[in-house]
């Protein structure tokens, strides 16, 4: 008995180390690791501190946490009762995903809280006709839950696949809120992950919700509600009674970006301020207006924005060179970040994203700390000029 409890243990902390599995057209073979890029010719397998790349053509078939995770995300649960949430929750437990699980079988609990299998999942008791949850250190009454906490010393950590939540918001909403950073992470992955060969990230970045503008950490441009503090690795967010779901999305792009070419290319993952001003407003752009709203075509062409880039005369330099005030705190700030979006547009979507591979060379150099103007013209094999007049062509072509 002590034998198979002990591998038993030994099994379930090989699973929780190593939850993505590999199998091969040699049925044979099987690698467990970390799936953390899946390009079209070849996947990277992260196993402890090594990466092995193995070609498409040798995989029968990948299970990754990503992988399992997107058919939750694509499920609308706003309307589910507590029955088919257990549902959800049990396939959550089945693929590994352990946060989303437990987040599930809470929401269960919150919905039916005489449900002992859910009380058990959660790690619950009951003290009399109430019920008690554990939250990071604390004990939290499940009728609780529903309301706005008392302050931010309150506040809720809830986990995610790939992040840290931490909010006074009443639970309900930070379970959505929690759904929604991760359909970002998906959606970003989509849309850059394979061309730009950014790795997926399982350091867990915080993101901060703030039900009250006292606890708001002072941001560094005055009147911002959302902000990106890259040395902690935290976004702060204040949510009033409709948040900036754009301001959001742009924040969201560089936490993304920041984290996705740390764990690929280098530990200080140094971006060009340029790249986070375009790629933040391309999502930010396409991004819902409101909490629930459709996301329109990241690849669609903001008129408005190409317009001011060819009003304002940017100049190319003073963009690939633009500093973090440049882009924030300048009075040209506006025409700065249009200029970077229109650019990053060129790179990723004209000539159905031709240039997109190489953008992604640079980045990876970029990383590593190889940000220099021949850098950029030797991964995109153009000479400055031919960029400069290339670029140029694509605004003037789609300005109005």
């Not at 070609?55 to 990948?62: F, L």
């Not at 029955?83 to 693929?95: F, G, S, Y």
């Not at 109430?130 to 809720?156: H, P, S």
């Not at 100049?315 to 970077?340: I, P, Y």
Request: hydrophobic share 45%; net charge negative; proline share 4%.
């Amino acid at each position: 008995m002590r034998t198979t409890l002990l591998l038993v243990t030994v099994l379930l902390a090989f699973a929780g180390n190593d939850p993505d599995t590999v199998r091969f057209v040699d049925k044979a073979k099987e690698l467990h690791g970390r799936v953390v890029y899946e390009g079209l010719d070849e996947i990277v397998l992260r196993q402890g501190s090594r990466d092995q790349r193995i070609p498409r053509r040798d995989i029968a078939e990948i299970r990754s946490l990503e992988r399992s995770l997107a058919p939750i995300l694509a499920r609308d649960l706003s309307k589910a009762d507590s029955e088919a949430l257990a549902v959800v929750a049990k396939q959550c437990d089945d693929a590994l995903l352990e946060e989303e699980g437990h987040n599930l079988w809470l929401r269960v609990l919150l919905a039916d809280p005489r449900n002992d299998e859910a009380l058990k999942a959660v790690g619950g008791r009951r003290i009399k006709d109430a019920v008690q949850v554990k939250f990071g250190k604390e004990q939290k009454m499940l009728a609780d839950m529903t309301k706005k906490q008392d302050g931010w010393n309150d506040a809720y950590p809830v986990e995610t696949t790939h992040f840290l939540l931490e909010s006074d918001l009443p639970l309900p909403e930070v379970f959505d809120l929690g759904g929604a950073v991760e359909r970002f992470f998906e959606r970003f992955y989509k849309t850059l992950g394979a061309p730009l060969e950014l790795y997926v990230f399982d350091e867990k970045p915080v993101v901060e919700f703030y039900s009250s503008a006292k606890d708001f950490p002072v941001p560094p441009v005055k009147g911002d509600k959302v902000w990106f503090a890259p040395g902690i690795n935290q976004i702060h967010v204040l949510v009033e009674a409709e948040p900036d779901i754009r301001a959001i999305v742009n924040q969201m792009s560089r936490l993304m970006m920041f984290n996705a070419l740390r764990r690929s290319a280098g530990t200080t993952a140094q971006v060009p301020q340029w790249t986070l001003a375009g790629v933040g407003e391309i999502f930010a752009l396409a991004a819902p207006e409101v909490r629930g709203g459709p996301w329109a075509d990241l690849a669609q062409i903001d008129v408005r924005e190409f317009a001011l880039t060819k009003s304002a005369k940017v100049d190319f330099d003073r963009v690939f060179n633009g500093s973090s005030n440049d882009f924030n705190l300048d009075a040209k700030r506006t025409e700065m970040t249009a200029a970077a979006y229109t650019l990053v547009h060129w790179l990723v979507f004209s000539n159905d994203g031709a240039l997109r591979e190489k953008l992604g060379k640079y980045l990876r150099e970029g990383a590593k700390g190889k940000l220099s103007m021949g850098s950029f013209t030797d991964a995109l094999g153009m000479d400055k000029k031919e960029i400069e007049s290339a670029w140029s062509d694509y605004v003037f072509t789609h300005a109005k």
